[in-house]
């Protein structure tokens, strides 16, 4: 396959990107942290240029917003009682929400930010300035957290497919002695999705990556598979590169989007990697239990009698 042309559209857009984070690196700096003299702005000016892009690239009836996932214990559709067991649950305050505003509404708006219901969400994705040991581990948490609430049924009450999950830095500062980086965060991650309770396949991050430097990516199972592993594999960025991850947002969030359980609509192509590239390394597998959680089945109807 080419793609050539994609892949320097995409290349000239991450540069773009990355020069206009490095405006506020100049005008504001901050020798010692590699970045600008407010670190909190600092981070939260990240997410402010991946929710932008985001927005920019894909389809119209998707919104990217910064906030809350609100999971009511209600009922659902005219007889879905699925929740019945449950109590009102929400998530932690996210960095990056992407939700399908078309089809599903949202409670309440301010700004940029939003609380939505757990069926309209596509993605969620984590932000840093640069990825630290510590965020692994408790990032990795928070969005498998995250993807439970989502869990939820399509019209014929099969599982729509869960959001794509996502930790993403400018750069890194996850640096070991006799181990990579990629390997410690891959280790990381299997000592904290191994440990009870047992996770799904969904409920384990996607993707992470430190725009400058690497991506590490979970490989997806044929749709007939039932996988009790998620396998993992790492990609170091060449100088002509760093748009891979930016591409592997928006084919994880299209991927969402388009999935079968959620529209019958035939994917585009819109993005491309070289067919070509070999993988820098192959990090491993982590253990799970099949791809999702059994949703509860649904209720029986009583049958009227011919007297009632």
């Not at 994609?6 to 005008?27: G, M, P, Q, S």
């Given at each position: 396959?080419?793609?050539?042309?994609?892949r320097d559209?995409?290349a000239a857009?991450a540069?773009?990107v990355?020069?206009t984070?490095?405006h506020?690196?100049?005008?504001l700096p901050?020798g010692p942290t590699r970045g600008a003299?407010h670190a909190?702005e600092?981070?939260?000016?990240v997410?402010?240029l991946?929710?932008q892009?985001l927005?920019?690239?894909l389809?119209?009836?998707l919104?990217?917003?910064?906030g809350?996932?609100?999971?009511?214990a209600?009922?659902t559709?005219m007889?879905g009682?699925?929740?019945?067991?449950?109590q009102?649950?929400?998530s932690g305050?996210l960095d990056i929400?992407?939700?399908?505003?078309?089809t599903?509404?949202?409670?309440?708006?301010?700004s940029?930010a939003a609380i939505?219901?757990p069926?309209?969400?596509?993605?969620?994705?984590s932000v840093?300035?640069?990825?630290?040991?510590r965020?692994?581990?408790?990032?990795a948490?928070?969005?498998s957290?995250?993807s439970l609430l989502?869990?939820?049924?399509?019209?014929?009450?099969r599982?729509?497919r869960?959001?794509f999950?996502?930790?993403?830095?400018?750069?890194s500062?996850?640096?070991?002695r006799?181990?990579t980086?990629q390997?410690?965060?891959f280790d990381?991650?299997?000592?904290?999705?191994e440990?009870?309770?047992?996770r799904?396949?969904?409920?384990t991050v996607g993707?992470?990556?430190?725009?400058?430097?690497?991506?590490?990516?979970?490989?997806?199972?044929?749709?007939?598979?039932?996988?009790?592993?998620a396998?993992?594999?790492y990609m170091?960025?060449r100088e002509?590169?760093?748009?891979?991850?930016l591409?592997?947002?928006?084919?994880?969030?299209l991927g969402v989007?388009y999935d079968p359980?959620r529209?019958?609509?035939r994917r585009?192509?819109?993005?491309?990697?070289?067919s070509q590239?070999q993988?820098?390394?192959v990090l491993?597998?982590i253990?799970v239990a099949?791809?999702?959680?059994?949703?509860?089945?649904?209720p029986?109807?009583?049958?009227?009698?011919?007297?009632?």
């Amino acid at each position: 396959m080419d793609g050539k042309r994609i892949r320097d559209f995409w290349a000239a857009e991450a540069e773009a990107v990355l020069a206009t984070y490095r405006h506020f690196e100049t005008l504001l700096p901050n020798g010692p942290t590699r970045g600008a003299s407010h670190a909190p702005e600092d981070g939260r000016y990240v997410e402010a240029l991946l929710r932008q892009f985001l927005q920019r690239f894909l389809p119209r009836s998707l919104e990217v917003f910064s906030g809350f996932v609100l999971r009511p214990a209600v009922k659902t559709a005219m007889h879905g009682r699925e929740r019945r067991h449950d109590q009102d649950a929400h998530s932690g305050q996210l960095d990056i929400i992407v939700h399908d505003s078309a089809t599903y509404p949202v409670y309440e708006r301010f700004s940029d930010a939003a609380i939505v219901p757990p069926e309209g969400v596509l993605a969620v994705i984590s932000v840093k300035k640069s990825l630290r040991p510590r965020d692994i581990a408790h990032e990795a948490l928070a969005l498998s957290q995250t993807s439970l609430l989502c869990q939820c049924e399509g019209p014929d009450r099969r599982p729509l497919r869960g959001p794509f999950l996502a930790l993403v830095g400018m750069t890194s500062m996850i640096m070991k002695r006799r181990i990579t980086p990629q390997r410690w965060i891959f280790d990381t991650l299997r000592a904290t999705y191994e440990a009870d309770p047992a996770r799904t396949f969904e409920e384990t991050v996607g993707y992470i990556g430190a725009i400058d430097e690497w991506s590490i990516i979970k490989s997806r199972p044929s749709p007939q598979d039932a996988p009790r592993t998620a396998r993992y594999f790492y990609m170091a960025h060449r100088e002509s590169e760093r748009h891979l991850t930016l591409q592997h947002l928006l084919t994880g969030i299209l991927g969402v989007f388009y999935d079968p359980s959620r529209r019958a609509v035939r994917r585009p192509g819109f993005t491309a990697f070289e067919s070509q590239r070999q993988l820098d390394g192959v990090l491993g597998k982590i253990k799970v239990a099949g791809m999702r959680r059994a949703l509860a089945p649904a209720p029986k109807r009583r049958r009227k009698s011919a007297t009632s």
